[in-house]
């Protein structure tokens, strides 16, 4: 099993930035896939990104692209997300999700096995 927390969620502004980061503890890193998702209030859980254990294969969602970077640190049991140009709309609390033994980076929630508590990302305009 391992165990996930999140930080680096807050206040930010349009057009701004933020980093957030998932550290896990428990079992080997290295082993899991992991993903970013995230949830606003009355909306369902969406993907955000995926890495493969490695870091060598990432994937976005479509609303992401090119503004989101995912990153892993295997030595430091951490993945990152790295957030620029920040819209209001990115406005959710944000999950990282672990993926036991995966090769493939896994865009669906119920492929993951474990979760972080999330963290409240708010974009103003």
């Known amino acids: 099993q391992v165990q996930l927390v999140e930080s680096g969620g807050g206040l930010a502004q349009a057009g701004g930035s933020l980093r957030l980061s998932c550290a896990a503890s428990g079992d080997t890193f290295s082993w899991y896939g992991m993903g970013w998702f995230r949830q606003a209030p009355g909306k369902e859980r969406e993907f955000v990104a995926g890495?493969?254990?490695?870091?060598?294969?990432?994937y976005y969602g479509d609303s992401v692209k090119d503004r989101f970077v995912i990153s892993r640190d295997n030595a430091k049991s951490t993945v990152y997300l790295q957030m620029n140009g920040l819209k209001p709309e990115d406005t959710a609390v944000y999950y990282c999700a672990a993926r036991d033994g995966a090769v493939v980076v896994a865009r669906r929630a119920n492929a993951y096995e474990y979760w972080g508590q999330g963290t409240q990302v708010t974009v103003s305009s």
């Open positions: 890495i493969s254990r490695n870091g060598a294969d990432t």
